[in-house]
């Protein structure tokens, strides 16, 4: 493996859209949400009316990469050797007493199987994405209601809960304008969503002028991946990519054989018929990556044309684009963002008049750390009986390290480079920080004070 990677050997240059290519609001979108599931689970299920009321700091217990341990109501945060560094029944966190008698300093049951495939099972469901993180908040309250009401100790909220997932991203529910989530961005897509910066929108042409073919794969169904695109790189965003594919079910779409996961041609958003093979440049929906790897070669003429994939979920881009496809993978990270306190340029930039305009929403933004669960990226371990607490890489930066090739903020941090740029991959030293653009984590830096336990 080459030490270096560079956007000007690549051939083929892949985006996922929400969080990637499309930015959010954070603070906006992971209230809206909250309120979606929170409001099905009230009206539709009966649970508690308080699960409607968020505390103005309640987001804080957002943080990416960490497992709910679904029949205990635990939420765990992993070392990469797979002990819990840090836990909460609910909302409440544990003691280093309470994680040692219920976990031990040892491998947490579940972790060969998360780890091996940074997958979810019935048993367990991994939250490593802004789409489902304000859920992990919503199920921490709604175990400290069972808690309160009935004093369980086995739960199961959780089918509960996939029910309000799925009422309100089901597929149809654009077009039906039904949950309250895409009413809701339909309406008021300013408050939500962020325009793609101007050096973004030149980059991906001069990507494509470079003669690379460049793809948008989303899991997004083609309805509201217009609504997206056309708000934040313009009505004419066809134009940026030779081929889109919504609905991509992402995993699956790395995983799946061209049999279990055909593409399908659309006509005004309704899927049709399921395609042999995949001929052209154009818009599709579901299939599959081997077919369009096929396709891929067509079009470049080479045997094995190279490919990378940007996306911002460990779970459905990251290590799926590498695992299965081999292709090198850019993993958005916007914690990149918080652990080292930057205020992303826009923000700065905006007129005052625009930045006041929701401050009434304004809760903790998701990306800063998070007061309760410490820094995304690495943890202090206390130390058994009376030995020194060591400093110990979390499960999820472990990740980073294996499936990405390089781990950047935002696409804006490397839109103004020259494409023959030299980025260092993360394999080429054994250096857990190599492969961070532009600058490491603080959280990973030497003698860092900064991991807080607090």
Known sequence: MQQHFSLADCDVVGFDLDHTLCRYHLPQSARLIYDSFAQYLVTEKGYDEDLLILAPDGLDFCCKGLVLDIEEGNFLKLAEDGTVLRASHGTKSMTFEEILENYGRREWKHFNTVSGMVSRTAKYYLYDNYFDLPGALLCARVVDS???????????????????????????????????????????????????????????????????????????????????????????????????????????????????????????????????????????????????????????????????????????????????SNWETVFILEELLGDKGIVPA????????????????????????????????????????????????????????TYSTIAIPSLEAIADLPLDYRFTRFSSNGSATAGYYPNPPRALLPNEDSVTMK
């Open 146 to 324: 069972l808690d309160q009401h009935d004093g369980q100790r086995k739960y199961d909220f959780w089918k509960d809960m996939v029910a309000a997932i799925q009422h309100n991203y089901k597929i149809t529910a654009f077009k039906e304008n039904c949950g309250m989530y895409f009413p809701e961005v339909k309406n008021h897509p300013d408050k939500y969503l962020q325009r793609c910066p101007e050096s973004v929108k030149k980059w991906l042409k001069q990507l494509k002028n470079a003669g690379k073919i460049l793809l948008l794969i989303t899991s997004s169904h083609s309805d509201y991946c217009r609504l997206l695109c056309e708000h934040v790189l313009g009505n004419d965003f066809e134009e940026y990519f030779d081929i889109l594919i919504t609905n991509a079910l992402k995993p699956g779409f790395f995983s799946h054989t061209p049999n279990q996961r055909p593409f399908r041609t659309l006509e005004n958003d309704e899927e049709q018929e399921a395609l042999l093979s995949l001929d052209k440049p154009g818009w599709y929906s579901q299939g599959n990556a081997i077919q369009l790897y096929d396709l891929l070669k067509k079009m470049t003429g080479k045997v094995d044309p190279k490919v990378v994939y940007f996306g911002d979920s460990m779970h459905s881009d990251i290590f799926p684009a590498r695992h299965y």
């Open 346 to 401: 826009k923000a700065e930039s905006e007129p005052l008049e625009k930045k006041g305009k929701y401050e009434g929403d304004e809760l903790k933004v998701p990306y800063f750390v998070s007061k309760q669960w410490g820094s995304f990226f690495r943890d202090r371990l206390p130390g058994l009986e009376n030995a020194e607490e060591t400093l110990i890489h979390t499960w999820s930066c472990k990740c980073i390290s």
